[in-house]
């Protein structure tokens, strides 16, 4: 069964850091691509970065473009998401999710993690 | 960045009742995909590459669309479909969701 479980989150100060982590378990994480998609508080979902199987490609939406770094350890089975510079717009629970059988597709996510960015 | 609005925004549907949802896309993609979201809980990849459905989702859901215009489909609405469901687009970065609709009971 595949498991995505999250961590990291918090209360940070605006301009401040944090590091999610999404520990993945019930499949061979090596050979997915990896993404992270966030939720506002009563709001829809916004993709946030993606990362290809061996780490080599990544792509961000252009808000978050220079201040968040997606990466991943693919020895440790788990995915990070280093957010520099936070703002109150980055607010949100953060979800990672994995390939759905190799389309490419975000088909199996994890409880998600609340971030809160406020002073 | 192609924009999907979904339309309604809101809807209710009484058990039995047919129930269709809307994504139209700004420009072309090559498929949609949807997910399924009960409150409180991650979503749920229920629908991919415009018709397929994704395990354990029950065959009175459909999907069908081309080009700019997609939908899904209950045939027959039942109390566990209450949820709000999104529209996802792949075709171009940056993926883009709808806004979603959020289906009630009647």
């Known amino acids: 069964e595949v498991q995505l479980v999250e961590s990291g989150g918090g209360l940070v100060q605006p301009g401040r850091s944090l590091k999610l982590s999404c520990a993945a378990s019930?499949?061979?994480?090596?050979?997915?691509?990896m993404h992270w998609i966030r939720q506002a508080p009563t709001k829809g979902l916004e993709w946030v970065a993606s990362?290809?199987?061996?780490?080599?490609?990544?792509y961000y939406r252009d808000s978050v473009k220079g201040r968040f770094t997606i990466s991943r350890d693919n020895a440790k089975s788990t995915l990070y998401l280093q957010m520099d510079s936070l703002r109150s717009e980055d607010t949100a629970t953060y979800y990672c999710?994995?390939?759905?059988?190799?389309?490419?597709?975000?088909?199996?996510w994890g409880q998600g993690v609340m971030v809160t960015v406020s002073s | 960045e192609i924009v999907l609005t979904q339309s309604p925004t809101t809807m209710a549907a009484s058990p039995g009742e047919k129930v269709t949802l809307n994504c139209l896309a700004s420009?072309?993609?090559?498929?949609m995909n949807w997910y399924q979201q009960k409150s409180g809980a991650s979503p749920k990849l229920w629908i991919y590459?415009?018709?397929n459905l994704a395990s354990g989702v029950p065959n009175r859901f459909s999907g069908s669309g081309s080009g700019t215009s997609y939908s899904l489909t209950i045939s027959s609405m039942e109390a566990e479909d209450v949820a709000t469901y999104y529209c996802?687009?792949?075709?171009?970065?940056?993926?883009?969701f709808g806004g979603g609709t959020k289906l009630e009971l009647k």
């Open positions: 590459g415009t018709s």
């Open positions: 999710a994995t390939d759905f059988h190799g389309t490419g597709i975000p088909g199996y």
């Open positions: 420009s072309s993609v090559s498929y």
């Open positions: 996802l687009q792949l075709s171009s970065y940056p993926w883009t």
């Open positions: 019930g499949f061979t994480f090596s050979n997915y691509g």
């Open positions: 990362i290809s199987p061996s780490g080599g490609s990544t």
